[in-house]
């Protein structure tokens, strides 16, 4: 993976920023998270990030898009990634202080039709 394909573009503050300038660091930031994902899903063709994947997505049922699941296993391999309310269904406890994960995966919104 590209060097500079790892780091996510600078954030922006939101309270300085123009409208435009927030258009701009969104359509940045979702550019950066496309060609993560390409890269991710283009990788699969190998045996190492192909078993990562499948191990990502055995551990990670409820994950129902590919694209999401190549996401975790690129960012966090051989992590298994859930929220703090998702843990705490498990009976399992986050201790203070520990280290999370923070991991960019793709949202799809889905649009209404404006033709009756």
Do not use: C
């Not at 435009?20 to 940045?28: D, G, N, P, T, W």
């Not at 551990?59 to 190549?70: D, S």
């Not at 309310?85 to 923070?102: I, N, S």
């Amino acid at each position: 993976m590209p060097e500079t394909a790892i780091r996510p573009p600078k954030p922006i503050n939101r309270r300085t920023a123009s409208p435009e300038q927030i258009q701009a660091a969104r359509k940045l930031r979702r550019r950066w998270l496309a060609d993560i994902a390409n890269w991710a899903i283009d990788s699969l063709t190998q045996p190492d990030p192909w078993r990562s994947f499948l191990w990502t997505a055995a551990m990670h049922p409820n994950r129902p898009r590919a694209t999401n699941l190549a996401l975790i296993a690129v960012q966090a391999p051989g992590e298994v990634a859930r929220t703090y309310r998702q843990w705490q269904t498990e009976g399992r406890q986050v201790r203070r202080d520990e280290p999370g994960l923070l991991i960019y995966t793709s949202v799809i919104k889905e649009q209404e039709d404006s033709a009756p």
